[in-house]
């Protein structure tokens, strides 16, 4: 048995741990401060954000990693039904001020404080370093994949081996909303523009 946070138990890490519980999975989220332990880290929270469980739409309590005392190792567990199927982000911090307190004062989170915290700190979000299942999100930052064992197929999640140019991004200036977004202009198929269907997905941006 390794202790943990040392290399040889890293290298069986290889992104979340499940493990089942009655009738849902135990799941562990695990990530290694690049900064080593407490001693020569500045990373005071590492901040998760799971689709449809931590994130904004939830008004649910931001829920951090927590450092084992002496190493490099940050873990948090949560339970979730044996069908789940979503993605999930880091955002190490090194700040104690990221949310504000009333958020942790026990009662219904304020949405609005809520959102600006996320807002804030999601440009600096990051995939799981230990998921090979990881991309760019809708929103633009990093995240990785996680499906429980009894999630519905989905063959898209499947991982191909063919190659894909990346979507064009062009930036709109928008003279009636007064701002300026991102937009990713992709196309697929092999028919003639003007016979080809037009799809416009919405990223949800802030």
């Known amino acids: ?47 998760i954000y799971i689709t449809g469980v931590t994130d904004h739409h939830k008004n649910a309590v931001p829920q951090t990693l927590r450092r084992i005392p002496g ?25 104690d001020d990221d949310f504000s307190p009333q958020l942790f004062n026990g009662d219904g989170p304020d949405r609005a404080l809520l959102r600006e915290g996320w807002r804030r700190l999601l440009p600096q979000a990051i995939a799981d370093p230990l998921n090979p299942q990881s991309w760019k999100g809708g929103r633009g930052h990093a995240v990785s994949a996680l499906e429980l064992p009894h999630a519905p197929e989905q063959p898209g999640w499947a991982l191909r081996d063919e190659s894909y140019p990346p979507p064009l991004c062009i930036e709109w200036q928008s ?15 092999d028919a003639q523009p003007q016979a080809r269907p037009l799809a416009i997905l919405l990223d949800g941006q802030f």
């Not at 909303?177 to 990713?184: A, F, P």
């Open 175 to 189: 003279q009636r909303l007064g701002n300026r977004r991102r937009i990713w202009v992709y196309a697929t198929g």
């Open 1 to 47: 048995m390794h202790k943990t946070g040392c290399d040889d138990w890293w290298r069986n890490i290889s992104g979340p741990q499940i493990e089942a519980v009655d009738d849902a999975y135990r799941v562990t989220f695990w990530w290694r401060d690049p900064a080593g332990n407490e001693t020569s880290s500045a990373t005071r929270r590492v901040w």
């Open 71 to 95: 190493t490099d190792a940050w873990c948090w567990q949560t339970t979730l039904s044996p069908t789940w199927r979503g993605s999930y982000c880091f955002i190490p911090s090194a700040r």
